[in-house]
């Protein structure tokens, strides 16, 4: 039953029609969808100049959400004028904005000393700041003028609010990035821009004249603080979840290119339920949440899965499960009218707060994405839910009901040391089985049960994993994390040591003896296309200077030959205190001690440097899901032809589960490029020293620095590459994964 006040409209509900109220219900709709298409736009934009290193894009999300809270603010104390005042100042606000049209980002670039987090808000703001601001008002100040202009309860237009984010998110990288050029995405944003002011201009002219309705009369008293607290802690734990989610799964789950699309979709799709005037589905989530939550908190801790669609599946759901539940305790906690922009502004404090714990707390002071569980247990004790079984909610209702949970307790920590084998209790399947089972049915029946709900949630997060990560975390040098991934130091197979992001590897290296600690393994074996190419380097380039693009473990320093001077490039710091730590990997240690670091985008620290700087030049940075577009564009490989002496080699490392990206490589051969691919797979003897299937383009702007690698390889082993018909290439300006991903992988 919902807590919230009968609401007595302003004007009588006659006041306005049908179609009267539908302009309201466009006019927030379309705002919504202007305000979620921006963002992945401005970003795109963004990425030639200021690079894809995670700093950059925090930076960016901590603007949207100081933009977002500020406009939310803005609304709240446009509230205390007389609704055509309102209307005025608005008006006036959006008129200033549209000043600033076409939207787009001003002409600056950053110096090489620039500090991101400094310099990428400045950007930004600068650019984009007041139209953005502008916008994000528009979602409680027009429910407010809603309300005052008689149309009853203005909640459920929040509903169509985030369902037209929801459009507005899926629809940029689906369709807007596909068809049009960044230049024609800034002149249709900016027509949006100014329908939208037109449809603002029309809901004002519904709002009253009299100054008497500008603060509606309150049916309930102001909120207190701890109602506006609750409100505050009720939408940080949803916005955390969306980013901890998005993190684990591609993390440790599955790492697919557009994935963060899912996670943010389907939180903004439970505003909508959640807010709808029919309740039937929030109610339902409501009740299946706590099911849910347990079988979220099963794959918590999970390293790797022989079914990451099902884990992926039940990790969406669960999200989606949880945060409709923790939206709808907010819409029935809803304030009067009067009070909706304060209602507002606090769900936004919450919203941001979420988000700064993901994006920068949590980074700096975890090994791991600790946040996650820790966001999980945080819903386990806000959902309220009732008991499922009528003998649970006698005793979680009666006078027995502390001893009960005392007992509960106990039982969880016995099945967790069984289903463990802590304590020195022999390991076994069938005792792991028996207390997962255990722990199961005891989370079933402790809902109704907060502290047990709690409980229980932790039990079977440790039970699935969660001791082993404390272990990992507990031994200095195992986990590491920084802005850039989560790394960790594991044994790997066939007597090796692995240097792993989630289920992405990053270097292997063979132990034993010191010859097996020089030995190319995974990508860079001996007869892989950038092992085939290093063996030809020294006839092709007496003397050799090479650079390398991503260092990973450093096993590539190992294919380096006497006489070579070698340069690496590497955009998170962790990584190559990694890589020097001899304790870890012996790459560099053994072969290139001495090799300088060069920390920073690829592309930007590369343009900083002199030209014909390199004779070799290997970009390897497209071996996971997270595809670096402005290191693949035709910009870019101005870029790479400026850094190489005339007749240099270009290497590109394009191995990837999800992704074709040969016809991005294969446009390079309609801008003067020579190109050549490698695709590798190991023999039984190679792969037991631990080299995988890679494939490597080779290109050159001379046609006879190719033929030369064509002669030093054996018949085949080097293959033509060519574009792809209708395939014109990625630029700066225009570029889309969408055409490139394997359906059927």
């Not at 802590?422 to 502290?451: D, T, Y």
Request: proline share 7%.
């Amino acid at each position: 039953m919902s807590t919230h006040p009968s609401i007595i409209p302003l004007a009588p509900p006659a006041a306005l029609t049908v179609g009267q109220r539908t302009w309201f219900l466009i006019t927030v709709f379309a705002s919504a969808f202007l305000l979620f298409l921006v963002q992945p736009m401005i970003a795109r934009m963004a990425l030639p100049r200021v690079g894809g290193a995670p700093s950059v894009w925090n930076s960016a999300m901590l603007v949207y959400q100081a933009l977002l809270l500020a406009g939310y603010a803005y609304a709240h104390l446009l509230g205390r004028l007389a609704p055509r005042r309102q209307a005025i100042v608005h008006l006036a606000l959006l008129a200033a904005a549209a000043l600033t049209l076409p939207i787009a980002l001003i002409d600056a670039t950053p110096s090489a000393t620039a500090n991101s987090f400094l310099w990428v808000p400045w950007l930004l703001v600068v650019s984009i700041g007041l139209l953005f601001f502008a916008v994000s008002a528009q979602a409680p100040l027009l429910q407010r003028w809603y309300a005052l202009s008689g149309c009853g309860d203005p909640y459920p237009l929040y509903a169509a609010s985030n369902f037209g984010s929801f459009l507005g998110l899926l629809a940029y990288p689906l369709i807007v990035e596909p068809l049009f050029p960044v230049a024609a995405q800034s002149y249709g944003w900016s027509a949006g821009f100014v329908a939208v002011a037109l449809l603002v201009a029309g809901c004002a002219t519904r709002l009253p004249a009299g100054a008497a309705a500008a603060t509606p009369t309150a049916t309930t008293p102001a909120p207190s603080r701890r109602q506006v607290g609750r409100w505050i802690w009720l939408a940080a734990i949803p916005s955390g979840l969306i980013m901890s989610t998005t993190l684990h799964l591609t993390t440790d789950i599955v790492a697919m290119p557009l994935l963060w699309v899912l996670p943010l979709g389907l939180y903004l799709l439970s505003f909508s339920v959640a807010f709808a005037a029919d309740r039937r589905a929030a109610d339902f989530a409501r009740r299946i949440a706590p099911l849910a939550l347990l079988a979220v908190a099963c794959g918590v801790c999970t390293d790797s899965t022989p079914y990451p669609l099902v884990m992926l599946a039940v990790a969406l759901g669960g999200l989606f499960t949880i945060s409709t539940a923790l939206h709808s305790a907010l819409y029935e906690r809803r304030p009067d009218p009067a009070q909706l922009t304060r209602f507002y502004l606090a769900m936004s404090v919450g919203g941001a707060l979420g988000g700064l714990f993901c994006a920068l707390v949590a980074p700096l002071v975890f090994d791991w994405t600790y946040e996650h569980p820790l966001l999980i247990l945080a819903a386990a004790a806000s959902l309220a839910a009732a008991a499922p079984f009528e003998i649970t909610a006698r005793l979680w209702g009666g006078t027995q009901r502390a001893r009960a949970t005392g007992v509960g307790v106990i039982a969880l920590l016995l099945l967790l040391v069984v289903g463990t084998g802590s304590l020195g209790l022999a390991p076994s399947k069938l005792a792991e089985f028996a207390g997962l089972f255990g722990l199961i049915v005891l989370g079933v029946a402790a809902i109704g049960n907060r502290l047990l709900m709690v409980a229980a949630t932790a039990a079977l997060m440790l039970a699935t994993g969660g001791v082993e990560k404390l272990r990992l975390s507990a031994e200095p040098g195992l986990m590491t994390r920084s802005f850039f991934g989560i790394y960790s130091i594991r044994v790997g197979p066939n007597a090796s040591r692995m240097l792993a992001h989630g289920t992405t590897s990053h270097g292997v290296e063979n132990l034993g003896s010191a010859t097996r600690e020089r030995m190319e393994t995974s990508y860079y074996a001996p007869r892989s296309g950038v092992g085939l190419a290093m063996a030809a380097v020294p006839a092709l380039f007496p003397s050799a200077r090479v650079g390398i693009v991503g260092l990973g473990a450093g096993t590539l320093a190992c294919a380096s030959r006497p006489g070579q001077t070698w340069r690496f490039y590497e955009i998170d710091p962790l990584i190559v205190a990694i890589a020097r730590d001899r304790r870890l990997f012996r790459f560099l240690d053994r072969c290139q001690p001495r090799a300088p670091m060069i920390v920073g985008d690829a592309r930007l620290t590369l343009g900083r440097e002199p030209a014909n700087s390199a004779d070799v030049l290997v970009i390897d940075a497209f071996s996971s899901d997270s595809v670096p577009m402005h290191l693949l564009t035709r910009e870019a490989f101005a870029g790479y032809r400026r850094h190489l002496a005339p007749g240099g080699l270009l290497l590109v490392h394009i191995s990837n589960r999800f992704l074709d990206l040969r016809p991005v490589i294969g446009a390079a051969t309609g801008w003067g490029w020579t190109a050549r691919s490698r695709l590798y797979f190991p023999t039984t003897r190679e792969t037991h020293d631990n080299a995988t299937p890679s494939l490597w383009i080779a290109l050159s702007p001379s046609r006879a620095t190719i033929a030369a690698l064509d002669r030093r390889a054996k018949p085949g082993e080097w293959q033509p590459l060519r574009g792809k018909p209708g395939f014109t290439g990625w630029t700066d300006d225009h570029s889309t994964i969408l055409p490139l991903i394997k359906w059927g992988s």
